[in-house]
């Protein structure tokens, strides 16, 4: 959670998903730059969007009811639409729609969500690996998807996890602690290591317009670092990752 979350969670929803993107979630809106096609770019935009809006909800609420609450509005606009009723009013819930993308994928991404609102760590790895595989392996899995529908959406598991772990490292370290106690930030870059270890030879296989997906992986390493990458690094990165087709 952000001080910016904060100013804005009681605002009306934004109509510029790109721009909400760039400022929420840069490192994804950095990738969907590779994307060339300006469609797919738009709804990989408004999948990110929806991850946001349902990434931010744990810390907007005071307490978890309130937190089920804005997650079920989520799911329900889900389910509504699978049942043959108009889309919600909602920026992001109409973009999304209007995007294709499976809707009971998009309810399921709700769902994994409701463990943001149980603020005691994990304790095993089997359960940060599923929280992991729900939330940032969901929407890697779906922007893959929606890149190159034959893609193989398994071969962007690693390189989600890797990014995803990264991503907990850095929610531990602004006060958020979802990692096992136990985990020390040696224990997290040896985790890291192995995923994009695993993702390097699993990316071989996903087709060449579907790579901005996973290439946020390509910052995993380093953000579990001891310092943040600046705006050049990051953009530098996720370039050499584009290039080269690795993580």
Known sequence: MTTLDIAHRNNAPETDLDALVRRV?????????????????????????????????????SNALMGEIRLTWWREAM?????????????????????????????????????????APFET???VLAYLDA???AVTMLAAWRLDPKADLHAVQEAARAYGLAGLWR???????????????????????????KARSA??????AAFPAA???????????????SPFETQLRLTWAVATGRV
């Open 79 to 119: 389910d509504e639409i699978a049942a043959g009723q108009p889309a919600r009013r909602h920026p992001t819930v109409e973009a999304v729609v209007a995007a294709g993308y499976p809707l009971s994928a998009l309810a399921e991404m709700a769902e994994a969500r409701m463990a943001d609102l149980d603020a």
């Open 215 to 229: 290439a946020p992986a390509a910052l995993a390493k380093a953000q579990t670092g001891g310092r943040e990458l």
């Open 125 to 127: 790895e089997a359960q």
């Open 25 to 61: 979630d840069p490192d994804r809106w950095l990738a969907s730059r590779f994307i060339a096609d300006p469609k797919a770019r738009a709804d990989v935009i408004a999948l990110y969007a929806f991850n946001y809006e349902l990434a931010r909800v744990a810390g907007g609420v």
């Open 171 to 197: 929610l531990k370290r602004a006060g958020v602690q979802r990692l096992p106690t136990d985990w020390t930030q040696g224990d997290v870059r040896r985790r890291v290591d192995a995923a994009l270890g």
């Open 135 to 137: 939330t940032a392996g």
């Open 203 to 208: 990316l071989k296989a996903l087709p060449i």
